[in-house]
């Protein structure tokens, strides 16, 4: 009867070991006590910075190396519960509103301010220089979504919405291209807290590039293919809407180039809240899992001063590197500068010739020690890039956030920007976009479209406030431009009036020593050196006279059916010299309805960035015609990011019917 006993003691211990060397994966759904989804909860387990967020749904899921984790489930205005789940890997969990008293809030409407009580649901529409924006608190949405207003200093640069520029006067269009997707996934951020964006944080071309399109991809010698296509402008039906797209080549994981990584990570106290550095520390488990032998990371970190935590390490050895940061702990003040010092010095060390060398920041942007101006972390960039080592910036968290920080540092760091809201986010940049988010197969692409006058009168490029050029910027290889990754896509929209189109596009004043102001300065015709003061009147014949002679005299007639030239310029990721793509377009005008999803999509997902931004040129547009195309256009998203598209308008349309 011993021996048996002494048998099973011997099994259930056998069986406890094994147990506790095998990890665990439990997953789950939280909602409040109406059974609706709560999105943001921070899922920690107890003890341990391993943590995670829940999705839009309400989802989580959490690996836990303890075979009896305790887990912690945290939200603002909510009691914190601990449980610990039993044999059963999933945990559903239902949180309960705080008994705390709820304070007020103060809305602020038209210069009047008004104490309106958490639990309510309050909005106001406010009125700014004749133009309606949504202002709203705690709208249809409970009380523990409100923002906690006394502390948030996040900031964003200022955008001043492009307008109509005549084609005679301004035929050339120039601008850098933008592959940063972190506006939208921040826009996303505030809608599901029921808050309203700042308006200079919604980036339409952010917006619309967060999502990918059907574009052919590229048979030819260069890197990226373009589609055109041009319809109806559903948000002024007395305009077209051009579509241009770029669709990368693809490159397979396996043949990409061997990379020299420094993850730069941001310690400092700003980061101790966990959709911070435990959504950071997540967000990296992901990246690490994607790294082949022949790639190598190192880790540096910046709190009240910089160090390195792990040394250039072969990303075979994912244990160690995983270790490191688990160790990672948040504390103490912001020495930004030295950690981009340090960083940079490491990644000079281990320079690969012919490989992908680069910094990923991650960090809420909050630099306050050190190095921090935008205008000295520039110079230090610009210089390290010249040296091939481009930098990818990853935002985390909310309150203190410095997005136009953020943005500066990729934009001149020849990298791109993300936002990380959840860890699906997380997935999508760092895993199905890990070849386009941390390989560049052009740099410095820049757009320069020539619109024909026979066929334009007016045009207005939709978003890219901060991305324009000089025309001149356009053949000036010293002149920085955006990057493309492997595999991405970059789509830009411009509303048209066609030529014939009543009124003037501009208030300009006639000319009085040329007849008319071309791209590079001026075109004088010959029959109309007298007229210094002719009347505009006669802008339809002048532009007639256009498109048929150019400066020189020389006949246009076989240009005549032209809507425009699109011209591209790119260097190669380790070129100096660019190379110029030159594609007339004819333009077919298509009915709205035959347009392609990618088209009629990224027209819905341009008018929902106008209706929050409270735009000038929104005429005919409404959330109900946004959620009519996105639906009509969803097509078959295997990933479901036009589907969440489509929730987040329903959530918007639902903030918006409370102010009714």
């Not at 305790?70 to 559903?92: D, H, K, W, Y």
């Not at 050895?317 to 702990?329: F, G, S």
């Not at 010095?345 to 680069?358: C, I, L, V």
């Not at 390290?384 to 540092?409: A, C, P, Q």
Request: proline fraction near 4%.
């Amino acid at each position: 009867m011993k021996a048996i006993t002494s048998f099973f003691s011997v099994l259930v211990l056998s069986v406890m070991l094994m147990s506790a060397g095998t990890p665990r994966v439990i997953t789950g759904k939280v909602v409040d006590e109406t059974g609706a989804a709560l999105a943001g909860v921070n899922v920690i387990e107890k003890g341990t910075h391993n943590g995670t967020l829940t999705d839009i749904q309400g989802n989580y899921s959490l690996h836990s190396k303890s075979p009896q984790p305790v887990l912690v489930f945290s939200f603002i205005g909510m009691e914190t519960r601990e449980i610990q789940p039993g044999a059963s890997n999933t945990l559903n969990v239902t949180l309960t509103a705080s008994a705390m008293e709820l304070e007020e809030v103060v809305v602020i409407d038209a210069g009047s301010q008004k104490h309106v009580a958490l639990c309510g649901a309050v909005a106001e529409v406010a009125h700014n220089r004749g133009r309606k924006s949504m202002h709203y608190a705690a709208t249809a949405m409970p009380a523990y979504y409100a923002p906690q207003q006394d502390w948030n200093t996040e900031s964003y640069s200022t955008i001043h919405e492009n307008g109509f520029k005549d084609v005679l006067h301004n035929p050339l269009s120039t601008f850098s291209i933008d592959v940063d997707r972190a506006s939208y996934s921040n826009i996303r951020r505030f809608i599901n807290m029921g808050q309203q964006p700042p308006i200079d944080a919604v980036r339409i071309e952010e917006m619309i590039n967060y999502f990918s399109y059907d574009y052919p991809e590229p048979d030819g010698e260069h890197p990226f293919s373009v589609t055109t296509e041009l319809s109806t402008c559903p948000w002024n039906t007395s305009h077209q809407l051009l579509h241009v797209g770029l669709q990368g080549k693809h490159i397979d994981k396996d043949n990409l180039p061997p990379s020299n990584l420094v993850f730069l990570v941001d310690v400092s106290g700003s980061m101790n809240a966990p959709n911070k550095l435990p959504l950071l520390k997540s967000a990296f488990r992901l990246l690490v899992n994607e790294l082949r032998p022949q790639d190598r990371v190192a880790m540096v970190v910046y709190a009240g001063a910089a160090g390195t935590v792990l040394e250039s390490t072969p990303g075979s050895q994912k244990t160690m590197i995983l270790e490191a940061m688990d160790k990672l702990q948040a504390g103490g003040s912001t020495a930004g500068g030295a950690g981009l010092k340090l960083a940079y010095k490491t990644a000079e060390e281990h320079f690969m010739e012919d490989g992908n060398n680069r910094i990923i920041l991650a960090t809420d942007g909050d630099f306050n020690i050190g190095q921090s101006s935008d205008a000295e972390m520039e110079r230090l960039i610009e210089q390290k890039r010249e040296k091939g080592i481009f930098i990818t910036v990853l935002g985390f968290g909310m309150g203190n956030y410095k997005d136009s920080k953020m943005e500066t540092i990729a934009d001149k760091g020849n990298g791109n920007y993300a936002y990380i809201d959840n860890v699906q986010e997380a997935n999508k940049v760092l895993v199905s976009e890990f070849g386009g988010t941390l390989f560049t197969i052009a740099k410095d692409v820049k757009f320069q479209i020539e619109f024909n006058p026979a066929r334009v009168k007016g045009y207005r490029l939709v978003g890219y406030e901060n991305r324009l050029l000089n025309d001149e910027d356009f053949n000036d290889d010293t002149k920085d431009a955006g990057e493309m990754g492997a595999g991405h896509t970059v789509t830009a929209l411009y509303e048209l009036i066609p030529a014939g189109a009543e009124g003037e596009v501009v208030n300009i004043d006639p000319l009085k020593y040329q007849s008319n102001r071309g791209a590079q300065g001026v075109r004088v015709n010959s029959e109309d050196q007298g007229d210094r003061n002719r009347d505009r009147s006669d802008r339809t014949d002048d532009a007639r006279t256009y498109s048929n002679s150019d400066r020189r005299g020389n006949t246009r007639d076989q240009y005549a059916d032209e809507l425009m030239t699109i011209k591209l310029r790119y260097k190669q990721p380790d070129g100096a010299t660019s190379t110029k793509v030159e594609i007339p377009v004819k333009g077919k005008l298509e009915k709205f309805e035959n347009t392609s999803d990618d088209f009629r999509f990224a027209a819905a997902v341009a008018e929902y960035g106008m209706i929050l931004r409270g735009s000038d040129y929104l005429e005919q547009g409404s959330i109900a015609e946004v959620l009519e195309m996105a639906r009509g256009a969803r097509g078959d998203d295997n990933e479901g990011y036009r589907g969440e598209f489509i929730k987040i308008v329903r959530t918007t349309e639902s903030l918006l019917a409370a102010q009714k």
